[in-house]
């Protein structure tokens, strides 16, 4: 085990009854780093952060947490890192103070420094003069941030986040992220899952996850260069017509609206005249086509895509 | 364990903070026994007396007089309707004004005071299976009294101054019980129905709950342990049942006249020991329960044939083979004989020995698999 590496999972897998949630699933978070995990419902995110965890055991494969095995030393684990779920899960009837205290009892703050501690939490949560106000009163971007308050009480070094975003108003989230920013300056590191892809810019390196397997694992930039092809934006009336025309193109691997144009996927810039005539045969005015750099989003899309295509042939075979 | 003893009491804390804010769980604290003690103390549990009776006397005799004030003196009966023929008596049975009706025909003075049969015809309203049972035997017991007495008094009249009395003397004499009231079943009987369902669903839905929103998942990923997390959990309810019971048996003493005959200290750690059961069983609930709605389904079907098999309302000793030794696989069912042993005779520990081993055999047994089973379930 490397000593800089937070967390490493090899060949992680967990099965429901028949169904495989999480397929031979394999990474490393570098100290300090911010990992994004990628991926629609059910894709298996949950599933993986559960058992990096220690609340699920693998079917099978391994993982270590700063350096201990979540199997065999799952207590060791425990201390060491903060969990925050997709519910927020806080105590309604319970004032924010209460809430915070109780994580910090169980997670045994020492009395030195519980007062000062609890004090600083508040602060960055921006929850000051709200300590008596009960849970069940706050908003949906206030329970989030006493969650994350709730959920690194005792300094982990190690951050589980499940969709912390989920349900939260956008300037809220990028508050939020920027709190997640912080603490990774501070030598924290951070695993969350989102399905937002604007929130996956914000991180270090990403793992996209479809159908329970790792599909791509690098940093963003990477990413977007290593996919393959040229993507085109393409302007024009009846975008919808459009679509399906250049789907039935040989020039054309992939098309997806994005907005009110289409993005369309190339093998390279020289189909575009091929694009041009189809639409105008077609009837459709193309008022705009010119090359673009590609989201994350369209890199999901396009390795979608090749993953089916792949399954499909596979299947054909 | 320093760190141990302080994850559990911030549980206890916690657990406390649910149960003093939430005015369900509040409700079910306090309202439950006391509205349990009121409904089968007023309502359920009406002993049969002052049953209004109608009285139709055509013999205007000393001897149909002498009955009838038989009758009233019994305590039963009350003479509320004086009616004039038969078919008043029905139309008033019919009515539900009186729930029993005696006629005497014109002829029963003088058939008695001939050495005949004197007739009596007795009406009783059998819609409540228990209270036609016990007025119809206090009529017999009353017509025979009377009976006795009028062949008595013929037999010295007739003989020359004999004093003839029966050949056999029965004397019953209830023990424990004297006045057979039905509240001095009914209450110590309660004391273990309340341990038994409100300690089931409370701690049932304090685990399920944390199910439910989602902070069960977030305490398992604190350095919590399994057992700090169950103690933390049960302890509170502990001091809301014992509480409770000393609620139960103090408003039973007040409010009933059922007085505690044995040791309170005695009550209460056998109550203790009984309450691992309900503890156990409202862990093993909430193991198996994903949501409250399935806990409560869960209980109903715990508990109602418990209540039935133990013999809290009906005794056993009426029950079919089947049903009656199904009674011993329950804690509760040794429980309920050792409140009232405790409560009504005053037994002490080794009279009540042969109820106490399996008691605490099957609390202990039951308290241990359903925590072993729920470890299982988070480890």
Redo the contacts between chains.
Sequence with gaps: MSKENAVEAVQLTRLFGDFTAVDQVSFEIPRGEIFGLLGPNGAGKTTTIRMLCGILKPTSGEARVMGFDVARHAEDVKQRIGYMSQKFALYNDLTVYENLDFYANLYGVKRETFKPRLTELIDMAGLQGHERQLTADLSGAWRQRLALACAIVHEPPMLFLDEPTAGVDPISRREFWEMIYTLAGQGVSVLATTHYMDEAEFCNVIGMMYNARLIALNDPDSLKEAMEGVLLEVDCDQPGNAESVLQALPEVTDVAAHGVSLHVLVDAETAEPAIRQALVQNGINPRRIERVLPSLEDVFVSLVNKENRLRLRAEIE | MG?GF??M??IVH?EW??II??PRTLALVIVMPVMMLMLLGYAVANDVEDLPLAVADLSRTDASRTLLEKFSASGFYLVTHVAQNEDEILQLLDAGIVKAGIYIPEDFGRNISTGGVGTVQFYIDGSNPTVAQTAQLAAETVSQATSQQILIQRLERSGAGLTISLPIDTHILYLYNPDMRRMNFIIPGLVAVILQVQTLLLTAFAIVRERE???F????????RSWELILGKILPFVLVALLNVAMTVGAGALLFGVKVAGSIALLAGLSLVFLLSSLGLGVLISTISRTQMQAIYMASFIMLPSFLLAGFLIPRDNMPLLAYYAGYLLPVTYFLEIVRGIILKGAGLITLWPWIWPMVFFSVVVFILSVLLFRKQIG
């Design positions: 760190q302080r994850r009491a911030t916690k903070l649910h804010r939430d929103q989602g902070t998942e977030q305490l398992i990923v604190t350095p919590l």
